[in-house]
């Protein structure tokens, strides 16, 4: 059986095989825990903060302001919980976007029980935040600002370093998801002017389960979890040495070649989007015309179910823009949020493509959509 091509690039990316290779001897020969002083605690401790050293590079930052975590839901949980606690006392108003990932949204409605009032603003038609209107909601008691640097559905970059740039002019803390920006653009916490910064390594070519949080130095964060004084002292828990060292290399290959990687998957991108769009005339391609991901292509099909389309579509690997239950169709929340018309939200799909992909595969990918979607009858 021939596999699908792969086109979901944006829910994970496979390992790279120099990750892999990096990550054998901690799983064969380099066992010893980080803190353990003799020799085998030595070796991983030093794979641990080899990583480290890359993920700072590839961010900008210093290695000690690089916190490991389970990947990018835990990061934004240390970083929205533990900056909310530690600053209660300055006040309790956090301004985030509509259209966020839900391990930032969930994360601002469980503080919302906590007593803290959340603000969530609402985006253009290309799925981008008006700096201005976060800045009209700043308010005394305002202490953080949540704005993810690309959307994970449509690709839209957001004008964080505009954000932030008033956030700390203001003494408030900017914490930004970059979850599905590092490794496909750059990204520079000192640009961004941000305090707090989210990695996922699984987008990026390394192991799902490890990521990384940047904090800036002097910023202070309530822990989220107890225990001994590993990371710093703000994540207890033996370092996952294996994923550490998968994700350093992994960051260190993105930071070698980032520009062309990124021409790649561009240039994969714009060619499907263009033969979809040449073989299907009524498709609608969603997110900002220029200011989008290079490898992000959210295209809707008005009058199908977006899911069918997939279902009907087992040559080709890709996400949905909408879910089904029961029976029923829920639009995502950021096709709502960008206002896009039910009929086309729901036949809306998300390609996304990476390093690995040929023309050969992007060609053959469109010409089965093309023939599923012209087929295919809501």
């Given at each position: 059986?021939?596999?699908?091509?792969?086109?979901?690039?944006?829910?994970?990316?496979?390992?790279d095989?120099?990750?892999a290779?990096t990550m054998?001897?901690?799983?064969?020969?380099?066992?010893?825990n980080?803190?353990s002083?003799?020799?085998?605690?030595?070796?991983?401790r030093?794979?641990v903060?080899?990583?480290?050293?890359?993920i700072?590079s590839l961010?900008g930052?210093?290695?000690?302001?690089?916190v490991?975590?389970?990947?990018?839901?835990e990061?934004?949980?240390?970083?929205?919980?533990?900056?909310?606690?530690?600053?209660?006392h300055?006040?309790n108003?956090?301004?985030?976007t509509?259209?966020?990932?839900?391990?930032?949204?969930e994360?601002c409605?469980?503080?919302e029980?906590?007593g803290?009032?959340?603000s969530?603003?609402?985006?253009?038609?290309?799925?981008m935040?008006?700096?201005d209107?976060?800045?009209?909601?700043?308010?005394?008691?305002t202490?953080l600002i949540?704005v993810?640097h690309?959307?994970?559905?449509?690709?839209t970059?957001?004008?964080?370093a505009?954000?932030?740039?008033?956030?700390?002019?203001?003494?408030?803390?900017?914490?930004?998801?970059?979850a599905q920006?590092?490794g496909?653009?750059?990204v520079d916490v000192?640009v961004?002017?941000?305090?707090?910064?989210t990695?996922?390594?699984?987008k990026?070519y390394?192991?799902k389960?490890?990521?990384?949080?940047?904090?800036?130095?002097?910023?202070?964060?309530?822990?989220?979890?107890?225990g001994?004084d590993h990371e710093?002292?703000r994540?207890?828990?033996t370092?996952?040495v294996l994923?550490?060292?998968?994700l350093?290399?992994?960051?260190?290959?993105?930071?070698?070649?980032?520009?062309?990687?990124?021409?790649?998957?561009k240039?994969m991108?714009g060619l499907?989007?263009t033969?979809?769009?040449?073989?299907?005339?009524?498709?609608?391609?969603h997110?900002?015309?220029?200011?989008?991901l290079?490898?992000?292509?959210?295209i809707?099909?008005?009058?199908?179910e977006?899911n069918?389309?997939?279902?009907?579509?087992?040559?080709?690997a890709?996400?949905?823009?909408?879910a089904?239950h029961?029976g029923?169709?829920?639009v995502?929340?950021?096709?709502?949020?960008?206002?896009?018309?039910v009929?086309?939200?729901?036949g809306?799909?998300?390609l996304?493509?990476g390093?690995?992909n040929t023309?050969e595969?992007?060609?053959n990918?469109?010409?089965?959509?093309i023939?599923?979607?012209?087929?295919f009858?809501?």
């Amino acid at each position: 059986m021939t596999s699908p091509i792969y086109l979901d690039y944006n829910a994970t990316t496979p390992i790279d095989p120099e990750v892999a290779n990096t990550m054998e001897p901690f799983l064969r020969e380099f066992f010893g825990n980080p803190s353990s002083s003799h020799f085998y605690g030595s070796q991983t401790r030093l794979a641990v903060e080899k990583a480290r050293k890359h993920i700072a590079s590839l961010l900008g930052a210093e290695a000690y302001e690089i916190v490991f975590t389970s990947g990018g839901t835990e990061s934004n949980n240390m970083a929205l919980l533990g900056a909310a606690r530690a600053r209660r006392h300055l006040g309790n108003h956090i301004i985030t976007t509509a259209i966020e990932h839900p391990a930032v949204l969930e994360v601002c409605g469980y503080l919302e029980k906590e007593g803290f009032r959340i603000s969530r603003v609402g985006v253009n038609q290309y799925g981008m935040v008006d700096p201005d209107e976060i800045l009209r909601l700043v308010q005394s008691d305002t202490i953080l600002i949540s704005v993810m640097h690309a959307n994970n559905e449509v690709g839209t970059i957001q004008p964080v370093a505009e954000i932030g740039k008033f956030a700390r002019e203001k003494g408030i803390l900017m914490h930004c998801d970059a979850a599905q920006s590092v490794g496909k653009i750059p990204v520079d916490v000192n640009v961004l002017n941000v305090d707090l910064l989210t990695v996922a390594g699984h987008k990026f070519y390394a192991p799902k389960g490890i990521g990384a949080l940047y904090i800036r130095q002097g910023i202070h964060l309530d822990k989220i979890t107890h225990g001994a004084d590993h990371e710093q002292n703000r994540r207890p828990g033996t370092e996952n040495v294996l994923e550490i060292a998968g994700l350093g290399k992994a960051g260190e290959l993105a930071g070698q070649n980032l520009a062309g990687n990124a021409s790649h998957m561009k240039k994969m991108r714009g060619l499907l989007e263009t033969l979809l769009l040449e073989g299907y005339p009524g498709a609608v391609v969603h997110g900002h015309p220029e200011k989008r991901l290079p490898n992000t292509l959210s295209i809707g099909f008005p009058g199908i179910e977006a899911n069918t389309l997939l279902g009907s579509l087992p040559g080709v690997a890709a996400s949905a823009g909408a879910a089904c239950h029961a029976g029923q169709t829920d639009v995502s929340g950021v096709l709502k949020a960008m206002e896009v018309p039910v009929d086309v939200a729901r036949g809306t799909i998300r390609l996304s493509t990476g390093r690995y992909n040929t023309e050969e595969e992007i060609r053959n990918a469109a010409g089965l959509i093309i023939e599923a979607v012209t087929n295919f009858k809501y």
